[in-house]
């Protein structure tokens, strides 16, 4: 076999073997990935406030989008509560989602919002 043409083959595998790596980390970014999900993505069925926690039932109405986590901030008498979602997998089938969140400074609270980056969506009272 000529020179060149041992390059050649070493080269174009080469270019395989890091095109398949990437795909793959791309792969496994795309699939662990989680993002606040839009107000409009999450129903939320029930809303319970009491002196001592917050419990929120609902699920996220995109398809393919799984619940994955939640944060939440308290200011001055309302709590906002960012949903976060990603990809399906194994490991998060299912969008609908149970929290419950534990804060004696709840006390205070008298409005619940789901909010995004750029709205919020009063979900308690109704």
């Known amino acids: 076999m000529k020179k ?3 390059i050649m083959i070493v080269f174009g595998s080469l270019v395989i073997v890091l095109a398949l790596g990437g795909l793959l980390i791309a792969y496994f970014q795309l699939k662990n990935s989680t993002s606040v999900l839009s107000t ?6 029930q809303v319970s406030l009491n002196d001592d926690s917050l419990s929120i ?7 393919a989008i799984s619940y994955r986590d939640y944060s939440y901030a308290l200011k001055e008498d309302k709590v906002y509560i960012d949903i976060k979602g990603g990809l399906v997998t194994k490991k998060n089938p299912s969008g609908d989602f149970n929290i419950t ?13 789901i909010k995004d980056d ?9």
């Open 40 to 45: 409009e993505e999450v129903a939320v069925m």
């Open 4 to 6: 060149g043409k041992k």
């Open 101 to 113: 969140i534990k804060n004696k400074d709840f006390k205070n609270a008298k409005m619940v919002y």
């Open 118 to 126: 750029n709205n919020e969506k009063l979900i308690y009272p109704k």
């Open 57 to 63: 039932q609902g699920s996220i109405s995109a398809s």
